[in-house]
C-alpha cells in the first residue's frame, strides 16, 4: 500500500502528523485483527496500543521502501502471543463476575462495537466463533488472517513470520477442522439431546 509505505517513511523522518495518519489508516483493520484473535474487545483495544508504541519504539527498524503493513501486523501478532503467554501464566480469579459497562447503541440498535460485523443467523454466528474459538492457535490464526480478514497467503505468512506453504498447511487444516466442527453442531437434534 503506497499510502502507508509514504506515511511511515515521513513518520521516520520525524513528522509527527504522518503517524496520526498512519495510525487512522491502519488501526481499524488492525483492530479486527485483534479482535477476531483475541475475542474481548478491551483486550484487543489494549493490544493495540501496545502494538503501535511497539512501532514507535522500533521505527528505527523499518526497511525503508517496504511495505509496512505486514510489519505492523508481525508486531500485532507477537504482542498478541506475548500477552496468551502472559495469560497462560497468570493466577486464575475466584470470585463474583464484575458487571460490565452498558456499551452505547447507534441510531439502528446495534453496540457501535459490533456495528461492521457480519450479520447472518445469531446460533450459526455462534457456532462458528465457538468452532474458530477451538483451533490450535496457529490454524486459527491463519482462518482469521486468509478467510476473515481477507489477506494473500504470502501476508499472512509475512504476518505470521512462516513460509507460504505453512500457512497454506495451516489455512487448509483450519478450514478442514473447522468443517468438521460445525458439521457436529448442525448434526445435534435441536435442544442439545443426544
Do not use: N
Not at 513470520?161 to 445435534?188: D, F, I, P, Q, W
Request: glycine residues 8%.
Amino acid at each position: 500500500m503506497a499510502e502507508a509505505r509514504d506515511l511511515m517513511q515521513r513518520y521516520c523522518d520525524g513528522d509527527a502528523g504522518a503517524f496520526r495518519e498512519l495510525y487512522a489508516l491502519v488501526a481499524p483493520k488492525l483492530l479486527g485483527y485483534l479482535v477476531k484473535m483475541t475475542r474481548e474487545r478491551a483486550l484487543a483495544d489494549d493490544l493495540l496500543q501496545q502494538t503501535f508504541l511497539k512501532v514507535h519504539r522500533a521505527r528505527a527498524a523499518y526497511v525503508r521502501g517496504a511495505d509496512p503493513l505486514p510489519w505492523i501486523y508481525s508486531i500485532a501478532h507477537r504482542t498478541f502471543i506475548d500477552e496468551t503467554r502472559k495469560h497462560r501464566r497468570a493466577v486464575v480469579r475466584v470470585g463474583e463476575v464484575e458487571e460490565l459497562p452498558e456499551v452505547p447503541a447507534g441510531l439502528t440498535g446495534e453496540s457501535e462495537d459490533r456495528r461492521d460485523e457480519v450479520r447472518g443467523d445469531p446460533e450459526m454466528m455462534r457456532a462458528a466463533l465457538d468452532a474458530l474459538a477451538e483451533l490450535p492457535a496457529q490454524q486459527r490464526e491463519a482462518v482469521v488472517l486468509t478467510k476473515l480478514d481477507g489477506k494473500s497467503v504470502a501476508e499472512a505468512a509475512e504476518i505470521a513470520g512462516t513460509t507460504v506453504g505453512a500457512m497454506k498447511v495451516r489455512a487448509h487444516r483450519g478450514y478442514e477442522a473447522l468443517r468438521r466442527l460445525l458439521g457436529k453442531s448442525e448434526a445435534r437434534p435441536a435442544g442439545g439431546g443426544s
